[in-house]
Antibody
């Protein structure tokens, strides 16, 4: 069964770059059937889609975050990554990676999430 | 940008039916998905494409999207159904995935 696992620093300083990785196990990230997405959730708030990537490297971003976000994929390591620059306290959130099927627009498998706090 | 509106909270007695609504402009033309999120856990897909259920999701969870408002219905509610529920769509005009504001379901 496919599983996703986020990893990365739990604390980032303001104005610096947040970097997270999502490791895919139990399946290949090279599948032509899926996109791989990042979603975040500030404490006590709702969900916000950040962006997605296909195994070929094609990316799609939330327009509100596009200027600060880069998503990349490493098929040799079966993982994909998120970089978000110029972070502020407003970027403090639980970050989830998720899988999205090309047959639908839903997110059918999620990682457990990782909390990232932006603070000096 | 596209906005999905949900009631902040819904309360229901065990064994009764909970209905959670999701409103958005012309939502009937979109595929609506629903997620359940328990405290400290990742969201779980419970209904996709308006009314389909992933494997392992009880038949008590059903969805509809007839036009102006999409609805997630939880029949024969159990204590374990207490959670936050989010609707979600893809907004074609902005190629952007949008989540609803979320509804907290409390089992009395």
């Amino acid at each position: 069964q496919l599983q996703l696992q986020e990893s990365g620093p739990g604390l980032v300083k303001p104005s610096e770059t947040l970097s997270l990785t999502c490791s895919v196990s139990g399946g290949s990230i090279r599948s032509s059937r899926y996109y791989w997405d990042w979603i975040r959730q500030p404490p006590g708030k709702g969900l916000e889609w950040i962006g997605s990537i296909y195994y070929t490297g094609s990316t799609y971003y939330n327009p509100s975050l596009k200027s600060r976000v880069t998503i990349s994929v490493d098929t040799s390591k079966n993982h994909f990554s998120l970089n978000m620059n110029s972070v502020t306290a407003a970027d403090t959130a639980v970050f989830y990676c998720a899988r999205r099927s090309m047959d639908s627009t839903c997110f059918d498998i999620w990682g457990q999430g990782t909390m990232v706090a932006v603070s000096s | 940008s596209y906005v999905l509106t949900q009631p902040p909270s819904v309360s229901v007695a065990p064994g009764q039916t909970a209905r959670i609504t999701c409103g958005g402009n012309n939502i009937g033309s979109k595929s609506v998905h629903w997620y359940q999120q328990k405290p400290g856990q990742a969201p779980v897909l419970v209904v996709y494409d308006n009314g389909d259920r992933p494997s392992g999701i009880p038949e008590r969870f059903s969805g509809s999207n007839p036009g102006n408002t999409a609805t997630l219905t939880i029949s024969r509610v159990e204590a374990g159904d207490e959670a936050d529920y989010y609707c979600q769509v893809w907004d074609r005009s902005s190629d952007h995935y949008v989540f609803g504001t979320g509804t907290k379901v409390t089992v009395l």
